[in-house]
Structures are given as C-alpha cells and as structure tokens.
C-alpha cells in the first residue's frame, strides 16, 4: 500500500482542519453549556442549535457523508483508506462526527441498510438518515446475557402471518434516546434450534411502534452522554411487517459481521484523533507551568512519556492504515485479523495517552475544564464496545494458530459483540 494521501484527501483534509478551526473548536465549551442548560430545565435529550447550526455549513462545504463507499445514494463517500484521515480530525472532538453526518450508530446502521436493506426500506429510511433529518440506533446487547457472545441474544422475533412479534430487553442502545431517533436495527432469535450462527436476524423497527419502551438512560462514569445517549428499551409484542427483516431469517450474525468491522476501524481513526489531541494538551501544558524551578516539561519523566505518546499513535495509525487498506482491498472477513488488532490497539493507547494527559494537567486534568476526563471515559468504554479487549485477542490468537496447521478451522471468524 502507499502512505502519501491523494490530491482529493489532501484538499478534503484541508479543509475539514479549516472548519474545524473556524466552526467547532470555538464551539466546543458552547455544545456542553448548552446540553447542560437543556438538564438544567430538566430535558437534556434535546438537540443542541449548535451542532444544528453547523450542519449546513458542513454539507456547503462538501464534507457530508464521507464514511460510505460505493454508495450511489451518496456518491461524495470516501474508501475506508481515504476516510480514516477525515475521521481521525473529526475525533478530537466529541460531538464533530455528527456535524459532517458521520456518527455512530447512524453511518453502521446507513451501511448496513446500504447493503442488505430492500430499495423500499432505503427509500423509507436510508435516504431520510442520508440527509441528517433523523437519527437511529442499533439494538443487539442485551443486559441478561454476555453479550461478548452474540450467539447468546435472547429477544426473539418470532414470525406471525405478515409480520414479525418482537419480545426482549436491550441496553447500551446508543442514539436511542435522541428525540430525532426514529428507527431502529434489532438482532433477535428467529429459530432457536437452527446452527448456531443460524439463528439470529436482523429486522428494521420505526421506533414510534407500540409496544417499544425507552426505560431509561445508562451514563458511562457518571455522563450521560446527552443528547445521544446509551439506552435500556424494552420490546413487548412489537408487531412490525415481514419485509422488514434484512436480507431473510438466520441472516443476522452475517450482517453483524458486515456492519461491525467498518463501525469498529471507524472508532479507531477516531480515537487516534483523540490520541493526538491529549498528546498536544499535555505539551502544551507541560510547557506552561514551572514546578520547583523549572518547567515541568523539563522533567525526564515526561521526556519518556511523550515520545512513548508519539510512538504509539504513530503504531496505531499505521496499523488502522492498514486494516482499511484490506477492506477496501481484500473485503472485510480477509481483513478480520487487523481491524480486531486495531480494535485492541487503538483504545488502549488512547486511554494511556490520555491518563498522562490527565496526570500532566494535575487536578484540573480530572475536572471539567479540559475535555480529558470525558475523553477518558469513552475511550475507556470503547475496550467493551464493538467487543471487549479479549475476545478480539482470542479471535487474533486462533487466526495465527490457524497459520500454522494443516487445515484451517472453520469457526474463526470475526467476533460479533458490542459489550458485556
């Protein structure tokens, strides 16, 4: 693969760091006063203006819906290799990603009705996600069972004439609490008996159905995450027609296969966006205060955490480089060993940047008045979302075992869980 980025990322690189620097970063004390003057009158699952305000001049620019490849009905996407510069920057702060229409769990959802939905659900549903005009959320974790293993899920879609009946408790339902959520994806059981990777489908559920309860929002660390938000629903006797389910019955862990990997790289581009951006506080910080006679970025001590720092963001990125590289090359399940190497690698040495961040910036790092706290807490909760650090470790070690042998195992696959 080749490392420099073409004449069109390098222009569309240019001019995301200029919005950036002219639209978000200013606004980024606003987006956090304005959700928590929206709890402080008792409803922070409002949509902020902000963030509403700076869509358009987004789409204006040409930086609308660039994680899609090879999407007729959004033909300004980019490849996976061409996107991972763009979603690095985006990464720095916490709310951009929606800005350009780029934010999880929408753009898994948008590629999965891309790929396995009807041209009548993606005319009902893909091409209104498409515009920014509602939000979605996707339904597999369940709190009664270890969701490490999705083979496990136990909320059922059971078939019933021209419809399907919907029964099961989820949580960690992100997106589901913003009011602009009007649909959902939901990984049941259709036949408990069949193999086991056989068992789970897929099915699209508007989320104003009967029967559909938002019980309450489950806050990372003490935040909740609002407007966005991580949910407990509750499905009971949800009737929803039988041309919802995507691509047919026992077709869901192969769809979660499909929508997890680009959902998984992408939080790594992300999080070395956020990776680079403790390492420029803590320098910054380090550099501007004076601790027993000296600056503090005197001390050998921080000598050795900043190049570890640089080290390891330089790692990671070559490495996510790399993983997007094969699925745009090579398909998602040849590059299943590097996008769950990154899945381990990024958030890990995004969380020990940003600790030296935090331990560089003293008692304010761990306050609010400097983003690392909160950065920590997401980059913390990504080593269980999308799947928990060891699962992808035992999916990596069986593949290499598997290097080794005579005949290949037919069961290593590409692990599908988004938590514990």
């Not at 006679?293 to 390891?312: D, L, N």
């Not at 992808?392 to 005579?406: D, T």
Request: glycine share 8%; proline share 6%.
């Amino acid at each position: 693969m080749h490392f420099e980025y073409s004449d069109k990322v390098k222009s569309l690189q240019s001019r995301l760091l200029d919005f950036m620097d002219q639209h978000v970063y200013p606004n980024e004390q606003r987006f956090f006063e304005e959700v928590a003057a929206n709890r402080a009158k008792g409803n922070a699952w409002v949509p902020t203006h902000i963030v509403e305000q700076l869509k358009p001049l987004a789409r204006k620019a040409g930086l609308w819906n660039l994680f899609i490849p090879n999407s007729k009905r959004a033909p300004e996407g980019l490849t996976n290799l061409e996107y991972a510069p763009m979603c690095e920057i985006m990464g720095r702060v916490p709310f951009a990603a929606e800005v350009f229409n780029c934010s999880a769990p929408d753009t898994g959802n948008m590629e999965t009705l891309e790929r396995y939905a009807s041209e009548a659900i993606k005319d009902q549903w893909l091409e209104p996600l498409l515009r920014g005009e509602i939000r979605s959320a996707f339904l597999m974790t369940e709190p009664d069972v270890a969701s490490s293993d999705a083979t496990n899920i136990q909320c059922r879609i059971e078939r019933d004439g021209d419809h399907y009946v919907i029964n099961g408790r989820k949580w960690w339902s992100s997106g589901a609490g913003d009011p602009r959520c009007a649909v959902y994806i939901v990984m049941g059981k259709t036949d408990p008996e069949a193999p086991r990777h056989s068992q789970q489908s897929m099915i699209v559920v508007p989320s104003n159905t009967p029967g559909i309860t938002v019980a309450r929002a489950l806050p990372v660390f003490g935040y909740d995450d609002a407007p966005h938000g991580h949910m407990e629903v509750i499905l009971k006797n949800v009737r929803i027609p039988a041309g919802n389910i995507l691509l047919g019955e026992g077709r869901g862990f192969e769809i979660a296969q499909g929508r997890l990997g680009p959902g998984r790289i992408h939080h790594c581009m992300r999080s070395i966006g956020v990776a680079e951006r403790a390492l420029e506080l803590m320098c910054r910080r380090l550099n501007s205060r004076v601790a027993f006679g000296k600056p503090i970025s005197a001390q050998s001590v921080w000598h050795e955490r900043i190049a570890e720092s640089r080290i390891m963001i330089e790692q990671a990125r070559l490495l996510t480089l790399k993983a997007a590289y094969m699925m745009d090359t090579v398909g998602n399940k040849i590059a299943r060993t590097e996008i769950a190497m990154i899945k381990v690698v990024a958030p890990n040495i995004a969380c020990q940047i940003i600790d030296w961040a935090i331990q560089a910036h003293g008692a304010g790092g761990v306050s609010g008045d400097f983003p690392l706290a909160y950065a920590y807490a997401h980059q913390r909760t990504l080593r269980l979302a999308d799947g928990p650090d060891e699962v992808h470790r035992n999916a990596i070690a069986k593949l290499e075992l598997a290097r080794h042998i005579a005949s290949v195992p037919q069961d290593v696959d590409m692990p599908v869980t988004r938590g514990s």
